[in-house]
């Protein structure tokens, strides 16, 4: 069965980095489409970046742009999120999804998603 | 950016009532268009994708509907375990962007 695992979250001080990583298991990783997105504490879902299947191509939020990267390891059917010069605002559960249609290097729906990961950015 | 304005924000209702909930976008997304139920401290599961398409497995209780600028999602019959805050998302352009979410709760 499908499964995504995010790691790496914690409490970290403003200004600093963070790496989550999101482990995929049960499908073929390397032909889908995969996602961040994020839920502050009470609040609702905020998309955060997106990367096609092979890496060649990523987007983020403009809220990130700049700070955060996407990135992928199909041999290790890992996801990553690298997050620099974090901010209080960026304190949140982190979810990796992976998009519902494989072969298909746009976004569409997101049909698996981890059990999220809580960053929280606070000194 | 595409923002989505979902309403209401919030309701009760009664096991067995019909439960509506719209969505409705800045701008024509044709039907790229899903709908997310989110129970407390889960994961998103994803109900329905291009405005209408039931997921597998999912109940036929659940129905989506609308094009263009305008949604609505239907559980035809409210029951206990639908309980949870119900999202919509767009897809026709990024910043992928959610609706603020519904919060669905048992009168």
């Known amino acids: 069965q499908v499964q995504l695992v995010e790691s790496g979250g914690g409490v970290v001080q403003p200004g600093r980095s963070l790496r989550l990583s999101c482990a995929a298991s049960g499908f073929t990783f390397s032909n889908y489409v995969m996602y961040w997105v994020r839920q502050a504490p009470g609040k609702g879902l905020e998309w955060v970046a997106v990367?096609?299947?092979?890496?060649?191509?990523?987007h983020h939020a403009d809220s990130v742009k700049g700070r955060f990267n996407i990135s992928r390891d199909n041999s290790k059917s890992t996801l990553y999120l690298q997050m620099d010069s974090l901010r209080p605002e960026d304190t949140a559960v982190y979810y990796c999804a992976r998009d519902r249609i494989p072969y298909y290097d746009f976004w569409s729906a997101l049909d698996y998603w981890g059990q999220g990961i809580l960053v929280t950015v606070s000194s | 950016d595409i923002q989505m304005t979902q309403s209401p924000s919030s309701l009760s209702a009664s096991v067995g009532d019909r439960v509506t909930i719209t969505c409705q976008a800045s701008?024509?997304?044709?039907?790229?268009l899903n709908w997310y139920q989110q129970k407390p401290g889960k994961a998103p599961n994803l109900l329905i994708n291009?405005?209408?398409n039931l997921e597998t497995g999912v109940p036929s209780r659940f129905s989506g509907s609308g094009s263009g600028t305008d949604f609505t999602f239907t559980i035809s019959s409210l029951q206990p375990e639908d309980i949870a805050t119900y999202y919509c998302?767009?897809?026709?352009?990024?910043?992928?962007?959610f609706g603020g979410g519904t919060k669905v709760e048992i009168k």
């Open positions: 998302q767009q897809y026709d352009n990024l910043p992928l962007t």
């Open positions: 990367i096609s299947h092979d890496g060649s191509t990523k």
């Open positions: 291009d405005a209408s």
């Open positions: 701008q024509d997304i044709s039907n790229y």
